[in-house]
């Protein structure tokens, strides 16, 4: 049985971890914030620019762009998205498990000389490195404070690979964010890009609602511009989801922590009394032996 000391250091240990715990709870639901945040001021543009190349496709007969390109899929580009750091439950876990899994799906389909990998995080980076892959292009993890540069990048490379076509799908790998107690690994095909006029009825908007208009410059040259833009927007959405995604877990997980460290304080501050009280009461025993020994 462990001494009072030894039970009363366990104590002290479990006060600091929970302290510890608490501190980076607070850190991970203020960043968690400030990313919600920009996810919401970024809504309304990203909708207007939805909503934009929704209503000009219509308008527009036998345009072709790089982006829109749709070719005989032998040759696949995979994204996978995860964090800088652990202390997060399952979330690294998870989504480079939903990645592993479906990266292994397309080497088997098209052979391992046409798929391509693009890490973003730390962790992604490490664990395909140690297990025998060799990403194309590594980013770190994007953050609140990320400069929307880094962001212009990522989608740089993803457009650029497929636009010179080196890929002829881009698939992305991320935490779609629901909840800080809920978050929900997805694949998704990003590139090409579905037909815009998908996403004008997605947004509840009529395809032939600006067919009367004129527009100055042409058509073709709008959607020219628009599209990388609609691209980029898109990249930052799904970045801010999964790093929305990672802090909810890491707050979770924080809390979790602390609530353990607590109930753990309890049941050894019980051992503590118990421990103590059982001293005192063999240290009675042994006064009163003792005394019965005199008097005998």
């Known amino acids: 049985m462990a001494s009072l000391r030894d039970i009363k250091r366990k104590i002290r240990v479990v006060k600091n971890i929970a302290q510890i715990t608490q501190a980076m709870k607070m850190v991970a639901a203020a960043k968690l914030r400030r990313v919600q945040e920009r996810v919401q001021k970024g809504k309304p543009y990203a909708n207007t620019m939805a909503e934009l190349v929704g209503a000009l496709a219509p308008n527009v007969k036998d345009f072709s762009h790089p982006l829109l390109t749709t070719r005989d899929v032998s040759r696949v580009l ?11 439950g399952a979330y690294n876990s998870n989504i480079l498990r ?59 490379t993803l457009t650029g690979l497929f636009a010179s076509g080196q890929v002829d799908e881009v698939h992305i790998c991320y935490s779609e964010f629901v909840s800080p107690l809920v978050q929900r690994p997805q694949n998704i095909k990003f590139l090409p890009i579905e037909p815009p006029a998908a996403d004008a009825t997605a947004t509840g908007k009529a395809s032939g609602a600006t067919s009367d208009f004129i527009f100055e410059p042409k058509v073709e040259e709008l959607l020219g511009v628009l599209l990388p833009r609609y691209v980029e927007t898109r990249v930052y959405q799904l970045l801010m989801e999964a790093t929305a995604s990672e802090f909810g877990a890491r707050m979770t997980a924080m809390s979790n922590a602390t609530k353990n460290a607590g109930e753990q304080i309890d049941k050894l501050t019980l051992l503590a009394n118990r421990t103590r009280q059982a001293g005192i009461t063999k240290e009675l025993l042994d006064i009163i032996g003792g005394a019965e020994a005199l008097n005998g």
């Open 78 to 88: 995979v994204v996978v998205i995860a964090g800088d750091k652990g202390l997060c």
């Open 98 to 156: 939903l990645g592993h899994r479906f990266l292994d799906g397309q080497i088997a389909q098209h052979g391992a000389g046409n798929v391509q990998l693009v890490t973003i995080g730390r962790k992604a980076g490490e664990y395909f490195t140690k297990r025998g892959y060799k990403p194309v292009q590594h980013f770190p993890g994007i953050g609140p404070e990320t400069p929307y540069e880094q962001i212009r990048a990522v989608s740089n």
